[in-house]
């Protein structure tokens, strides 16, 4: 298995910036969402993008690994 | 036959029934080191994420997470984040780990140091510092079982009393059962969890308010500030958060139990099809978030959040559920204090034990050493429990604190050839010092900051300024591409 690509590794940032860097913005309460407080339903939607993600860095290296340079 | 006896009666039932699936599923196996600590390094993808899953959901997840959300508010949510995140890391590190792992017959993280820098000393700092800072981790679930009895019980049998007996049980099933055993006990033990997690999610606020959305609204009215950060404390704060989501997700492999489940795997890809599955299993906390938040108007003044769940469930449900639900804490208890106590024994017997003074081991030995390190793992951590009252989620980041500062030397080692093992050790030294002096002095937080945090980004310039002034050494595990002229 090589290293992790550039691609993927850059996916991986995303729900970091989602769920982690961005908490200023989105840490209140109103408007709530479903009856939740806006920062609890922030969270949820991000645990869902965040599966997407893995599933998409997943595709990435899957297809790399198809083509990419075998090792001897 | 009065409340506390039906409850009572229904966790022990369960509490036995997990015993039996797990004690079954070990039988007919010979019982060597390979077999008892990595399952043989058999486990499909199913068998991986009911593992995980056992580790990661404990009573922390189940009354730490709602007894913050009662006695912090706000802050609670970094639970979410953190585990999540987690999952995101360990899909650039696990899948390697486990390949090194395969070709290099490794079995725990200090084999992996060990085999990387080519040193005796850091693989035992690693392994010493590991059982170390896994005790408040077991602390931990020794004191979930403890809260869980004293409340099912109504108050009639002392804590004491019941983690005793919690500490007998888990060192019998781990000392006759092995991981295969536990992996098993998780399918009960999670299932359960699912079923108290909604019931108590979706029923209490419905009983109570008439659904989720009026809870809310009348917890953001009586406390405006309950719900966003720092909650009902005064630091933690948007940097708080920060700091301690990427120090946990960063930690939430280094975990001498942790890291070592990535060997237990079938193939690498398992782990990375992991990585994109489990998150989804964080929607059950949110129901018990729910819960420690109703708790706040519903039964307040509580003197230990940690109780605010099951103090609300034994006010809310017929004692036979009560019964259920402390049966699903007790096994969400005993699944990770058994992992816990597996890889911790295996580690004390195999990586400080026999390099340091008896090299000849044989591998039966080692085997038999480690169950006797149950025993007295268990025992410690009992003693410490007993002597100890801080909150479960405060054990966690103290334990988090100390085993994320072995990153470092994990990340730079699989990805950075020019590390070397003076830097890895220095840093690691730096970093446990000060974590430890920032924790013990309570100047955690720091400016704001997690203190392991803090401690944290100065452990990864000390391995990186020391590596450079240090000569270079070759990589003894290079990873495939590297292979290639």
């Known amino acids: 298995m090589q290293r992790p690509s550039l691609i993927a590794v850059i996916i991986g940032l995303i729900p970091f910036l989602g769920m982690c860097f961005t908490v200023p913005w989105w840490d209140r309460v109103s408007p709530m969402i479903f009856g939740l407080p806006f920062n609890l339903f922030w969270l949820m939607l991000w645990i869902v993008l965040s599966s997407v993600c893995m599933a998409l860095a997943h595709r990435v290296e899957q297809s790399r690994r198809k083509k990419g340079p075998t090792t001897p | 036959m009065t409340p506390a006896v039906v409850a009572m009666s229904i966790i022990f039932v369960i509490v036995l029934a997990g015993t039996l699936i797990g004690l079954r599923a070990g039988k007919g196996r010979e019982m060597n080191l390979e077999e008892w600590s990595i399952a043989g390094r058999s486990f499909g993808l199913l068998f991986m994420w009911l593992l995980m899953a056992g580790e990661i959901y404990t009573t922390f997840a189940f009354l730490g997470a709602s007894g913050w959300a009662y006695s912090r508010g706000g802050p609670a949510l970094y639970i979410m984040a953190y585990i999540t995140l987690g999952y995101v890391v360990s899909f650039y590190i696990l899948p390697y780990i486990w390949e090194l792992g395969q070709r290099h017959g490794l079995q725990t993280q200090s084999d992996f140091f060990e085999r990387r820098y080519g040193s005796r000393f850091l693989p035992l700092l690693v392994s010493l510092v590991g059982v170390l800072f896994v005790i408040p981790y077991l602390q931990i679930q020794l004191t979930g079982l403890g809260i869980i009895v004293q409340v099912a ?234 002597h100890s009252s801080t909150t479960l989620v405060a054990l966690l980041l103290l334990g988090y604190a100390g ?83």
């Open chain 2, 153 to 386: 019980s109504f108050d009639q049998i002392p804590r004491t009393v019941s983690m005793l007996i919690a500490v007998c049980v888990v060192a019998m099933f781990v000392y006759f059962g092995g991981m295969r055993s536990v992996a098993w006990v998780s399918v009960l033990k999670d299932l359960l969890m699912i079923v108290a997690a909604l019931s108590i999610g979706i029923f209490v606020p419905w009983h109570y308010f008439g659904g989720v959305s009026p809870m809310f609204h009348a917890l953001a009215a009586a406390h405006p500030t309950h719900l966003v950060m720092p909650g009902a404390t005064k630091t933690m704060g948007h940097g708080w958060f920060i700091s301690t989501v990427v120090l946990s997700a960063c930690g939430f492999y280094m975990w001498p139990h942790t890291f070592g489940a990535a060997f237990t795997a079938r193939n690498g890809d398992i782990l990375r099809r992991n990585a994109i599955v489990t998150p989804l299993y964080t929607l059950s906390l949110v129901f018990i978030l729910i819960t420690g938040f109703a708790a706040v108007l519903i039964v307040p003044g509580l003197p230990n959040g940690d109780m605010s769940l099951l103090v609300l469930a034994r006010k809310t449900f017929p004692a036979w559920f009560l019964g259920v639900i402390g049966g699903a804490g007790a096994l969400t208890a005993m699944v990770p204090a058994a992992i816990i106590l597996l890889t911790a024994s295996t580690l004390f017997a195999k990586n400080v034990f026999r390099p340091v003074f008896a090299a000849q081991m044989s591998e039966d030995s080692v085997a038999r050493l480690a169950k006797v390190m149950v025993l007295v793992l268990a025992l410690t951590s009992f003693w410490l429990a007993l």
């Open chain 2, 403 to 485: 085993v994320t500062q072995f990153f470092p030397g994990v990340v730079l080692g699989l990805f950075w050839g020019r590390v070397t093992s003076a830097g890895v050790i220095a840093g690691l030294l730096v970093g446990l010092a000060l974590a430890s002096f920032l924790m013990f002095s309570h100047r955690d937080p720091f400016f704001g900051l997690n203190a392991g945090f803090v401690a944290l980004v100065l452990n990864f310039v000390v391995t990186i300024g020391v590596s450079f002034s240090t000569r270079p050494q070759v990589n003894p595990l290079p990873l495939p591409a590297e292979e290639r002229p």
